[in-house]
């Protein structure tokens, strides 16, 4: 049955009735009941359904249960993030989940969105080119899958409770359920609408995750340091520690040119985009078996050259050198001696 969760639009809920009310249990009874108009006998289902389990159980297997990569999922989910900005319908959207946290694998790409007309908006999600399934859709929900594999789980909420929204898909449960746990002591009861006080009753919503954080007592706190490993305490205390974020990377210690086979770009090209990055350095680190025969020493000639070029960025000679099977390496020290910088691979 927890298969069955891994195809578009069955969720544990209606996994659940669908291997109680029906007595199927595997994936190919589930393939069967659908041939069979079976699915569309209970309440909530339809032809739709069926046609969706039978579409998703076509896939191949491996494209079904694969859970990406953040690096194919945050630009992705970034990129519907905003193509749904420009709509004219929307007003805030956002990514959520374990791709907002920035966790290294992410299985559903959430977004939360306000909107004047959010039929509109989820309407306008089915209808993307890149869309080849579309696992639910209503008026405030849209679930699509996109042509590479990739599941879109998109909610248009209130605007008056956006922040209490968005902090909730954002998760971790980890961290949702100990700052409600958290909450309870200081007589309120937080959720994904809103924060109640228990002893008068009255519900707040907020607009955005600062003001909830704010009215929990907490800093706001940086999506990928909710993991409850601490972070509340520290944003009650004060003491949240600061993210390291690109800007503060002032060099780059392992780079190729086209003096390795493997390199795409010139010296100059390289050191061109690590001054444009605002890189304070740049290590050139070339495979060593490539620099034989004088070219290490051509090579050296060249980042001089390049060096008195482009100014304000120290080039640093290094070099990539292998470690042969007796443990040594394939460059002689006195080599070694006169580089800024050794990269050392099996």
Same mark, same amino acid.
């Given at each position: 049955? /927890?298969?069955?969760?891994?195809?578009?639009?069955?969720?544990?809920? !209606?996994?659940?009735?669908? &291997?109680?009310?029906?007595?199927?249990?595997?994936?190919?009874?589930?393939?069967?009941?659908? $041939?069979?108009?079976?699915?569309?006998?209970?309440?909530? #289902?339809?032809?739709? !359904? $069926?046609?969706?389990?039978?579409?998703?159980?076509?896939?191949?297997?491996?494209?079904?249960?694969? =859970?990406? #990569?953040?690096?194919?999922?945050?630009?992705? /989910?970034?990129?519907?993030?905003?193509?749904?900005?420009?709509?004219?319908?929307? @007003?805030?959207? +956002?990514?959520?989940?374990?791709?907002?946290?920035?966790?290294?694998?992410?299985?559903? #790409?959430?977004? *939360?969105?306000?909107?004047?007309?959010?039929?509109?908006?989820?309407?306008?999600? %089915?209808?993307?080119? &890149?869309?080849?399934?579309?696992?639910?859709?209503?008026? !405030?929900?849209? /679930?699509?899958?996109?042509?590479?594999?990739?599941?879109?789980?998109?909610?248009?909420?209130?605007?008056?409770?956006?922040?209490?929204?968005?902090?909730?898909?954002?998760?971790?449960?980890?961290?949702?359920?100990?700052?409600?746990?958290?909450?309870?002591?200081?007589?309120? +009861?937080?959720?994904?609408?809103?924060?109640?006080? !228990?002893? %008068?009753?009255?519900?707040?919503?907020?607009?955005?995750? $600062?003001?909830?954080?704010?009215?929990?007592?907490?800093? &706001?706190?940086?999506?990928?340091?909710?993991?409850?490993?601490?972070?509340?305490?520290?944003?009650?205390?004060?003491?949240?520690?600061?993210?390291?974020?690109?800007?503060? *990377?002032?060099?780059?210690?392992?780079?190729?040119?086209? &003096?390795?086979?493997?390199?795409?770009? %010139? =010296?100059? $090209?390289?050191?061109?985009?690590?001054?444009?990055?605002?890189?304070?350095? #740049?290590?050139? %680190?070339?495979? +060593?078996?490539?620099?034989?025969?004088?070219?290490?020493?051509?090579?050296?000639?060249?980042?001089?050259?390049?060096?008195?070029?482009?100014?304000?960025?120290?080039?640093?000679?290094? =070099?990539?050198?292998?470690?042969?099977?007796?443990?040594?390496?394939?460059? @002689?020290?006195?080599?070694?001696?006169?580089? @800024?910088?050794?990269?050392?691979?099996?």
């Amino acid at each position: 049955v /927890v298969e069955f969760m891994r195809l578009p639009g069955l969720g544990p809920k !209606t996994a659940r009735r669908i &291997w109680q009310e029906l007595g199927v249990s595997t994936v190919e009874g589930l393939k069967e009941a659908a $041939e069979m108009e079976q699915l569309r006998t209970l309440t909530g #289902l339809g032809p739709k !359904t $069926e046609e969706n389990v039978l579409r998703a159980l076509a896939r191949p297997r491996k494209e079904i249960e694969k =859970i990406p #990569l953040l690096g194919k999922a945050l630009p992705a /989910v970034r990129a519907a993030v905003e193509v749904l900005r420009e709509h004219p319908a929307s @007003d805030k959207v +956002s990514e959520a989940g374990s791709a907002r946290r920035l966790k290294e694998q992410v299985r559903d #790409l959430d977004i *939360i969105a306000t909107a004047k007309d959010p039929a509109a908006l989820t309407g306008y999600l %089915t209808k993307l080119t &890149w869309v080849d399934e579309v696992a639910a859709h209503g008026n !405030t929900k849209a /679930v699509v899958v996109s042509n590479e594999g990739l599941r879109f789980d998109l909610r248009v909420v209130p605007p008056d409770s956006y922040g209490n929204l968005l902090q909730h898909f954002t998760g971790s449960k980890a961290h949702n359920v100990a700052l409600r746990e958290d909450a309870v002591r200081r007589k309120l +009861s937080v959720s994904e609408y809103g924060v109640q006080d !228990t002893e %008068t009753g009255e519900v707040f919503t907020d607009r955005d995750e $600062e003001t909830l954080y704010d009215r929990l007592g907490y800093a &706001w706190i940086p999506p990928e340091l909710r993991e409850n490993m601490g972070e509340l305490e520290a944003a009650r205390e004060g003491s949240l520690p600061d993210l390291v974020t690109l800007d503060d *990377i002032r060099g780059d210690l392992h780079s190729h040119t086209t &003096w390795s086979s493997d390199g795409k770009n %010139t =010296i100059e $090209e390289m050191a061109l985009e690590a001054k444009r990055l605002g890189r304070s350095y #740049l290590a050139v %680190t070339d495979h +060593s078996h490539y620099l034989r025969e004088g070219r290490l020493e051509a090579q050296n000639r060249e980042l001089d050259a390049v060096q008195e070029r482009v100014g304000r960025i120290k080039l640093l000679r290094g =070099i990539e050198v292998n470690i042969r099977a007796n443990g040594e390496v394939d460059v @002689d020290e006195e080599i070694l001696s006169g580089r @800024d910088w050794v990269m050392a691979s099996v």
